[in-house]
């Protein structure tokens, strides 16, 4: 690829149909890759082959979003009123849990394996016991719809980004409210937590990033470098880096050290806001959606061009 930046380069390129692709979600061990889609199927890649390995059918409209436990054992997905658990070894077989109402956008898993965080268009935001499969809190979040959620690395925090451009923190596993930031003026589109468990970065349809203290929820500072909606965002599993991916047709990567734009990546997207990116979660490879957001290409970063 001729405008690919220094410092990329591509090993694969991933494609099952021309149907959007929406949230992506690496293995613990990073052997393999799964993508939710339109097509109202999870499927999972391997790695090292760029192959198809597994398809996960049972959903009834397009799937919003996936997650793997950091366990490694269960796999969820989202779509119409519908939270998936898939077991990653044995039959494959699904068990459904039921209470959200409309469209769940989001799903985040707590370190310990235990906990679910899922979000809904009506705003809910629930929180799953995992091994009783029952919610142990659901509340009223947001004003509009939860297009993101996250577990913080204290084992003891949920995130949230809704609609009215409001991060919101929630203790595990009552869903009490614990602070609120007024982070964008549009919508809240993705949020990541630094490997350290450092920093929060949110990302909204305003086209802007902003960069907080996970602590005490202090602002660090704010990124400026897309003209279109911010969609995904993922941190580099050493930290180095932070990729954002926008509606603008580019994926810009950040060194975070210094929070300066050192690459920018034209993948064209196709409008949608739910479109994400993930970093490897041990090598420096992103897997990004191009060919406006219905194949998925992973990339080797070299870090001693990337600097």
Request: aromatic share 6%; with cysteine.
């Amino acid at each position: 690829m001729n405008d690919t930046p220094p410092g990329f380069t591509l090993l694969h390129t991933l494609s099952a149909n021309k149907r959007h692709i929406t949230r992506l979600a690496w293995t613990p061990d990073g052997a393999a890759l799964a993508t939710a889609s339109y097509d109202q199927t999870v499927r999972l890649w391997d790695i090292m082959s760029g192959r198809e390995i597994r398809k996960l059918i049972g959903h009834s409209s397009s799937v919003f979003a996936v997650a793997v436990a950091p366990d490694g054992h269960l796999l969820l997905s989202s779509s119409k009123n519908a939270l998936k658990v898939w077991r990653l070894t044995g039959t494959g077989q699904s068990r459904t849990l039921r209470g959200h109402a409309d469209y769940i956008y989001a799903i985040a898993i707590t370190p310990d394996s235990q906990t679910a965080v899922t979000g809904d268009f009506d705003g809910r935001l629930f929180l799953w016991h995992l091994a009783t499969d029952t919610p142990t809190a659901q509340v009223a979040a947001h004003k509009g719809r939860v297009n993101c959620a996250l577990a913080l690395a204290d084992g003891v925090t949920a995130v949230s980004g809704g609609a009215e451009g409001q991060v919101r923190f929630w203790r595990i596993p009552d869903g009490q409210l614990v602070d609120q930031i007024a982070a964008h003026k549009k919508e809240v589109l993705a949020l990541a937590q630094s490997p350290d468990g450092v920093v929060v970065a949110s990302a909204g349809q305003d086209g802007r990033m902003q960069i907080w203290r996970a602590a005490d929820r202090g602002a660090v500072c704010g990124l400026a470098g897309h003209t279109g909606a911010v969609t995904g965002l993922s941190f580099a599993a050493d930290g180095r880096w932070l990729a954002s991916k926008s509606a603008d047709g580019t994926v810009c990567l950040w060194r975070c050290a210094d929070w300066t734009k050192i690459a920018t990546l034209p993948e064209p997207h196709s409008g949608t806001l739910f479109a994400g990116l993930a970093f490897h979660p041990h090598l420096p490879i992103l897997a990004t959606l191009g060919e406006e957001d219905t194949a998925v290409r992973l990339w080797q970063l070299e870090g001693d061009v990337l600097l």
